[in-house]
Structure formats: structure tokens, C-alpha cells
């Protein structure tokens, strides 16, 4: 019925699982260890793809894109300090 000849049978060296175990165990410890630098990178990465647009729209209004930048930013950060107050602890 079926056709075992015609089957592609997938030989690997010996080891290979537990080299592959240990590339991912050092990349998931290297993540954990960096994550106080990757989450911040990361929250950059998409503030700055959200507000490109309105960059954008400040530069087909003739503003220099420096000041477009610095305008989104500002307004961007007033923003998020009016919500939930600055990101540090207060102390007393």
C-alpha cells in the first residue's frame, strides 16, 4: 500500500539534539540576563513607530524635522507623565 522506498529517512550525527538543547538554553539565558537592556530597546522601537507618523505629518506642514521630532517627543512624553505620573518612585 505504501511505498517505503520513496520515504526521505533524515540521518543525524549523534549529539545533535543536545547541541541544540544547549544553543537554546545559552540564547534564553543570554534573553534573561539582557532583558534589562532588550525591553527598553524594545519599548523604543515601537514608541518610534508610532510616532513617525506624526513626524510625518509635522514635516508636509514645512516644520524642520528636528523640531517635528522634538515637538512629537515633548507632546509624547507630556502625555505619558500626565497619565501616570513619572515612571521613578517617590520617596518622603
Do not use: C
Not at 527598553?40 to 506642514?61: E, H, I, M, N, T
Not at 497619565?83 to 520617596?91: C, E, R, V
Request: charged share 10%.
Amino acid at each position: 500500500m505504501f511505498d517505503t522506498s520513496a520515504q526521505i529517512k533524515l540521518k543525524q550525527p549523534r549529539g545533535t539534539a543536545l547541541i541544540n538543547m544547549a544553543v537554546a538554553s545559552l540564547i534564553i539565558a543570554a534573553l534573561y540576563l539582557g532583558r534589562e537592556i532588550f525591553v527598553p530597546v524594545a519599548l523604543d522601537v515601537l514608541l518610534s513607530f508610532v510616532l513617525a507618523p506624526f513626524v510625518g505629518r509635522l514635516q508636509s506642514l514645512r516644520l524642520q524635522r528636528v523640531v517635528a521630532v522634538l515637538a512629537v517627543v515633548i507632546l509624547g512624553f507630556s502625555i505619558i507623565f500626565s497619565l501616570g505620573g513619572p515612571p521613578w518612585p517617590h520617596f518622603s
